[in-house]
C-alpha cells in the first residue's frame, strides 16, 4: 500500500515538472503529420483502388476484413513491447523514430502501384501486401505515439489544454489530409500527392518525437509480464464498455469518410473538389469547436459534454441522409464537424484517467496496453465498415466504378446516412451507463 502511494506521489511531482518541459504545440504538430497522412491512406484508397483501378467491391471488402484482423492482432503486441521496452532514450523514441521512415515511404506506395500490378487478380495481392505493411506501419507509430499524451501531460488542466493543442493540430491534420488530395490528384495525379504528404509528415513527426521527453521515472519501473500487462486492462469493465461506445463512433466516422468521395459522385452529381469542400468543412468546424468543448468539459462536466456531442453527431446523419443539394451537404458536414470536435476532445481526458487510476492502483504505467487494446475493439469498426460495403452490393448492385448498379445516388445516401445514425444511437445508449464527473470516470453497476 505504501508503495503505490509514494509510486502515485512521484508521478505527481514528476508530472509538474513534465508539464513545464513538455511542449503542447510540438506534440499537436506532431499529431497533423501523423493524422494528415493517415487520412491521405484512408479516405481515398477504396476509392482509387475501387472506382479508379477497378478494383470489386466484394474484393475490397475481403481486403478490409483480413486488413482489421491483422491490425487487431499485431496492436496489443506493440502495445505491450512498447509498455516493457527499456532504452536510454525512453521506451517509445526508439519505437517512433525506427517506424516513422516507413510509415511515410509505405504511402507513396500505396498510390504508386506498378503497371504489372494492376492486372487481374495481382492488383488485389498487391492491394492486400501494401495495405497490411502501411497499417504495421502506422500501429508502431500511432500506439507509441499516443501513448505519450498520458505520460507528458499528468495533470486534469494541463491535459485539458494539451487535448486541445492536440486535438486541434490532429483535426487540422485530417482536414488537409481529407480536403487537399482530391485537388491535387485531380491536377497531378495520386503519386505526388502520396509523395508530399509524406514528407511534410516525416519532418514535423520527426521534430515533435525529439522536442518531448518521457517520464524517466517509467523507464525505472520494472518491466511486467504479459498476464499482469493485460490482465488489469482486460477485467477494467468501464474501460471495455467506453471502448465498445467509441467503436460505434468510430465506424460512424468510418463511414462517413469511405462514402464522402462516392456521395460526392452519385449522390450529389458533383465533382472531386466538392469533396475537398465537404472534408473542409468538417474539419474546420470541428477545429473551431475544440476550445469550446474543452471549457464545456470543465463547466458541465465529462458525462453531459460527451454524450451531447454523440447526439451531435447522430444529428447530422438525419441531415445527410436528407440531402438533396450541396447547401445541406455542407450543413450536414457542419453538424459532424461539431460533434467531432467534442467526442475527440472528450476521449484522451476519458482515456488519461483510465492510464492513472491503473497507476494508481497498481504503481504501474500501462499507456501501451490501453492505447492498443482500445484500437483492437476498435478495430470491430473495419469489420463492420466491410459487412457495410457487402450490403450494399447486396441491396443496391453496386460491384464497382466500372459496375455501379442501376441506383448507385441512393445505395450511397443509405451508407452515409442510416447506418451511422442506428450506431450512434448505440453508442448513446451504452454511454448512458457511465457515470462521469469533471475528472473522473466510472461505471454503473446497474445494467
Known amino acids: 500500500m505504501s508503495l503505490e502511494v509514494e509510486t502515485h506521489h512521484d508521478s505527481m511531482t514528476q508530472s509538474k515538472s513534465a508539464d513545464k518541459t513538455n511542449s ?24 482509387y483502388y475501387i472506382d479508379v483501378l ?156 525529439i522536442r518531448n521527453h518521457e517520464d524517466p521515472r517509467a523507464i525505472k519501473a520494472p518491466p511486467l509480464n504479459l498476464k499482469d500487462a493485460f490482465g488489469v486492462v482486460l477485467k477494467d469493465r468501464s474501460f471495455l464498455l467506453f471502448s465498445i461506445a467509441l467503436t460505434f463512433l468510430i465506424f460512424t466516422t468510418g463511414i462517413y469518410t469511405l462514402a464522402t468521395p462516392f456521395w460526392v459522385k452519385y449522390t450529389l452529381g458533383a465533382s472531386p473538389q466538392t469533396t475537398s469542400l465537404i472534408f473542409a468543412t468538417v474539419f474546420v468546424v470541428a477545429i473551431l469547436s475544440v476550445s469550446i468543448w474543452g471549457r464545456l468539459t470543465r463547466f458541465l462536466g465529462i458525462k453531459r459534454t460527451w454524450l451531447f456531442s454523440v447526439g451531435v453527431m447522430g444529428l447530422s446523419a438525419i441531415v445527410l441522409g436528407f440531402t438533396t443539394n450541396l447547401v445541406l451537404g455542407i450543413i450536414g458536414a457542419a453538424i459532424a464537424g461539431v460533434g467531432l470536435g467534442g467526442i475527440k476532445v472528450c476521449r484522451e481526458l476519458i482515456m488519461a484517467n ?13 499507456e501501451g496496453v490501453y492505447y492498443s487494446l482500445l484500437r483492437v475493439i476498435g478495430k470491430l469498426s473495419k469489420i463492420l465498415e466491410s459487412l457495410a460495403l457487402v450490403l450494399l452490393g447486396l441491396l443496391f448492385g453496386y460491384v464497382s466504378g466500372d459496375d455501379p448498379g442501376p441506383q448507385p445516388d441512393n445505395a450511397f445516401r443509405f451508407l452515409i446516412s442510416v447506418l451511422p445514425f442506428v450506431f450512434v444511437i448505440l453508442s448513446w445508449l451504452i454511454s448512458l451507463k457511465f457515470q462521469f464527473d469533471r475528472k473522473q470516470v466510472k461505471i454503473s453497476t446497474g445494467i
Request: proline share 5%; net charge neutral.
Open 24 to 47: 503542447p504545440t510540438a506534440y499537436g504538430l506532431g499529431s497533423f503529420g501523423l493524422e494528415s497522412t493517415y487520412k491521405v491512406f484512408v479516405g481515398f484508397y477504396l476509392f
Open 54 to 209: 477497378g478494383l470489386a467491391v466484394a474484393m475490397a471488402a475481403i481486403i478490409n476484413i483480413v486488413y482489421a484482423i491483422w491490425d487487431s492482432v499485431n496492436d496489443p503486441i506493440v502495445g505491450y513491447l512498447s509498455d516493457n521496452t527499456r532504452t536510454r532514450w525512453g521506451r517509445r523514441r526508439p519505437w517512433l523514430l525506427t517506424a516513422l521512415p516507413f510509415y511515410v515511404m509505405i504511402l507513396v506506395l500505396v498510390y504508386a502501384v506498378p503497371g504489372p500490378a494492376r492486372q487481374g487478380n495481382t492488383l488485389f495481392w498487391y492491394a492486400l501486401l501494401i495495405f497490411i505493411l502501411f497499417e504495421a506501419a502506422y500501429t508502431v507509430t500511432s500506439v507509441n505515439y499516443n501513448a505519450l499524451f498520458p505520460e507528458l501531460f499528468q495533470g486534469f488542466k494541463e491535459r485539458t489544454r494539451a487535448s486541445s493543442y492536440y486535438q486541434g493540430f490532429g483535426m487540422l491534420g485530417e482536414l488537409v489530409g481529407f480536403a487537399l488530395p482530391p485537388i491535387i490528384y485531380a491536377q497531378f495525379g495520386f503519386v505526388p500527392m502520396a509523395v508530399a504528404f509524406a514528407g511534410i509528415a516525416g519532418i514535423l513527426l520527426f521534430g515533435a518525437i
Open 354 to 366: 483510465f492510464v492513472d487510476q491503473s497507476l494508481e492502483e497498481t504503481g504501474h504505467r500501462r
